[in-house]
T-cell receptor, first 114, second 112 residues
């Protein structure tokens, strides 16, 4: 069974640029959630995709957008990067949306905005 | 708004010195409380889910308990490999959004 994978591992961008981060969910999982984790903080919920539809969004501006594909892999896109976007971006997959379905996290993508 | 507060922020223990980490929460209708372990630069690793007050779960040297207002993660006779940040999160399914709300974590250091 393959776990959650994310790419790239590290990324350096400059202010105003756009970035795309990718996530492959664990085999059989149809739900993907994205989180932003700033240094020394807990992860913050960005949004969730369930069967290719956005299914809930945290307190993040519209320049954070996403997609989920038929194979349940997912992308997180961030436009007009700001310095405060520097963080570890985590993807978590689960089978379904309820709390009875554990969310398994990938290793994350470390984004640095200069 | 759901809130999760973890204490202490950091904890240093000697190897073998047992202790507890605290997670207090404010949530409208708890649907699950989760504990994760996170090593530096890595994603959180699932440890436990607790659903109702009085529930307890154990895994090796770790034991998680839940009351109506807080959860404790007890670490018995810790080893240096238990050093990590321990995150607590509550599950929210309000307003059609299924998400985990995390605390800031407790950074545990176990000294040989």
């Amino acid at each position: 069974e393959t776990g959650v994978t994310q790419s790239p591992t590290h990324l350096i961008k400059t202010r105003g640029q756009q970035v795309t981060l990718r996530c492959s969910s664990q085999s059989g999982h149809n739900t993907v959630s994205w989180y932003q984790q700033a240094l020394g903080q807990g992860p913050q919920f960005i949004f969730q995709y369930y069967r290719e539809e956005e299914n809930g969004r945290g307190n993040f501006p519209p320049r954070f957008s996403g997609l989920q594909f038929p194979n349940y892999s997912s992308e997180l896109n961030v436009n007009a990067l700001e310095l405060d976007d520097s963080a570890l971006y985590l993807c978590a997959s689960s089978l379904g949306q309820s709390s009875y379905n554990e969310q398994f996290f990938g290793p994350g993508t470390r984004l640095t905005v200069l | 708004e759901d809130q999760v507060t973890q204490s202490p922020e950091a904890l240093r223990l000697q190897e073998g010195e047992s202790s507890s980490l605290n997670c207090s929460y404010t949530v409208s209708g708890l649907r699950g409380l989760f504990w994760y372990r996170q090593d530096p630069g890595k994603g959180p690793e699932f440890l436990f889910t607790l659903y109702s007050a009085g529930e307890e779960k154990e895994k090796e040297r770790l034991k998680a308990t839940l009351t109506k207002k807080e959860s404790f993660l007890h670490i018995t006779a810790p080893k240096p490999e238990d050093s990590a940040t321990y995150l607590c999160a509550v599950f929210n399914s309000g307003a059609g959004s299924y998400q985990l709300t995390f605390g800031k974590g407790t950074k545990l250091s176990v000294i040989p």
